[in-house]
């Protein structure tokens, strides 16, 4: 895992700016939530153990988002949730793209972390129960910023070392 991305790179500013974008934890200003066509039902947050079936799931619709898209199609990625079922766009570059794949490469590296990350994950559905997601979110929140603060360390970036966006050291 190296936080490379297909963003622009360039000066050293552009380069910093770039990694910080990556490394933000997006809240509105006013710490509320914005949604679209109103906020969703609440709904209890079930955590399930790993099934061998869902890379050959990920791949038969990876292959039909492909198929869709065609050549528009950058790059087809799983990180996050595997129960929501929702495509996201995003343009070459994205911070927020970026940072969800450094997660999950860290995750699948780093076991003490990713074993941490399951702990938090049970403990946030047991203590949210039949709430929004969002509760669930915000309470595995502290141990995915820990997380973060050791990936970003151990890729250089919180100490100004490390990859550029466009691979180069």
């Excluded at 190296?2 to 933000?24: F, K, L, P």
């Excluded at 947050?45 to 528009?72: C, K, N, T």
Aim: net charge negative.
């Amino acid at each position: 895992m190296d936080g490379r991305s297909s963003a622009g790179g360039g000066s050293r500013e552009a380069t910093q700016a770039w990694r910080e974008a990556v490394m933000a934890h997006h809240v509105a200003a006013d710490g509320g939530l914005e949604w679209v066509g109103g906020a969703p039902a609440p709904a209890r947050v079930r955590v399930v153990e790993y099934d061998d079936a869902w890379p050959a799931q990920f791949d038969a619709v990876a292959a039909r988002i492909r198929g869709a898209l065609g050549d528009a199609a950058i790059a087809v990625d799983h990180v996050g949730s595997t129960s929501q079922v929702n495509l996201h766009v995003f343009g070459p570059g994205c911070p927020e793209t970026e940072r969800h794949r450094m997660f999950r490469e860290w995750l699948r590296t780093h076991p003490t972390d990713r074993d941490e990350y399951r702990e938090a994950k049970l403990d946030a559905a047991r203590a949210t129960s039949e709430q929004l997601v969002m509760n669930y979110n915000r309470h595995k929140e502290p141990t995915i910023r820990a997380i973060y603060e050791r990936m970003f360390r151990a890729a250089g970036w919180l100490d100004g070392d490390g990859p550029t966006p466009d691979g180069k050291e």
